[in-house]
């Protein structure tokens, strides 16, 4: 048999593979958000949001006034498209006519710019809390260009904004974008307050219904997580995830899970901790006794065991 040959057969094949009528056999390729447009979306709004710092290389411009609203009108007009296309996929709307959907996707979009004042409200004491909380930080220019817990905090501001908006898809796609390039899983629909500050970050997961209050501080590898999925769509809408009160710290590693479980104020919560069920205000949380087997080649073994965390703190094992 040719390569010729071989090639169509593989493609009868595909073809009729194609016909089976499951999801993935679906051919739409006008009906589905385009992914690299609503990451350059995202990249105009990061130079709106902060002007300073994000260059505008698409267009040529002299006045900052000229460069603000040429991205503006550039993002409206992506924007009410990449919507209209995905508002199809809220209930009620499956069948509603292409116009009607792009006067709501413009209603939408002109609504969720009017919220960017809050956004730069909210990023500028994220990046105080970033500069304050991290002393290998010499400026504050070096967190906006370098820091990836940054990078994430500020995507998912914008993110949050479109899917308190009721925009599908759309805050997902920008917060998987900052997922893949930090490692840093903050679903869209988290409710985060002020001066949220992320350390080194990779490995963080917070999931959608976490309600964060403000000055709170995580370090990597951290889960905010839901205790048991296995119910699967039976618990959309429903809290899953857990509750941090204002002022915590949680050490890296450290699991936090349940939609009832609330971190009280001002807690600290160790490395590697497991966490299913609440934790009072002022408490510290760590793993207790942990041992250590240090091996000395051709020396015995000893098990040494480190000192005895203080007494005022709260176990959790």
């Known amino acids: 048999m040719s390569i010729e040959q071989k090639i169509n057969r593989i ?42 710092y994000y260059e505008n290389t698409d267009h040529k411009f ?88 940054f990078f994430a905090i500020l995507t998912y501001r914008i993110a949050h904004e479109l899917f308190l908006l009721g925009v599908p898809l759309i805050p997902r796609i920008m917060t998987e974008h900052a997922h893949s390039l930090t490692g840093i899983d903050i679903h869209p629909g988290t409710t985060i307050g002020k001066y949220f500050f992320i350390d080194h970050g990779t490995g963080i997961v917070i999931g959608e219904t976490t309600v964060i209050g403000s000055n709170v501080r995580v370090y990597q590898g951290v889960t905010l997580g839901a205790l048991s999925t296995r119910g699967g769509q039976k618990l959309k809408s429903k809290k899953r995830h857990p509750t941090i009160m204002d002022n915590v710290t949680i050490y890296s590693g450290a699991s936090i899970l349940g939609g009832e479980t609330v971190i009280g104020r001002n807690a600290v919560i160790g490395g590697n901790a497991f966490i299913t069920s609440s934790v009072p205000d002022d408490a510290k949380v760590s793993v207790k006794s942990q041992e250590l087997v240090y091996n000395y080649g051709s020396k015995k073994a000893e098990e040494l065991k480190p000192a005895e965390p203080d007494d005022a703190w709260f176990y959790v094992i």
């Open 62 to 149: 002299y006045t900052v006034r000229s460069n603000i609203s040429i991205l503006v009108e550039d993002v409206i007009y992506n924007l009410i498209k990449q919507i209209t296309i995905v508002l199809k996929y809220v209930p009620g709307l499956e069948n509603e006519d292409s116009s009607a959907l792009k006067d709501r996707a413009e209603k939408i979009t002109f609504d969720f710019f009017d919220t960017l004042p809050k956004i730069r409200e909210y990023i500028e004491t994220d990046l105080e809390a970033s500069y304050e909380g991290d002393p290998a930080a010499y400026n504050k220019d070096e967190i906006i260009c370098t820091y990836p817990g």
């Open 11 to 52: 493609t009868d094949n595909l073809l009729a593979d194609y016909e089976k009528g499951r999801t993935i056999d679906a051919i739409k390729h006008f009906e589905h958000p385009d992914k690299e447009s609503i990451v350059a979306i995202l990249g105009k709004l990061r130079t709106i949001i902060l002007p300073g």
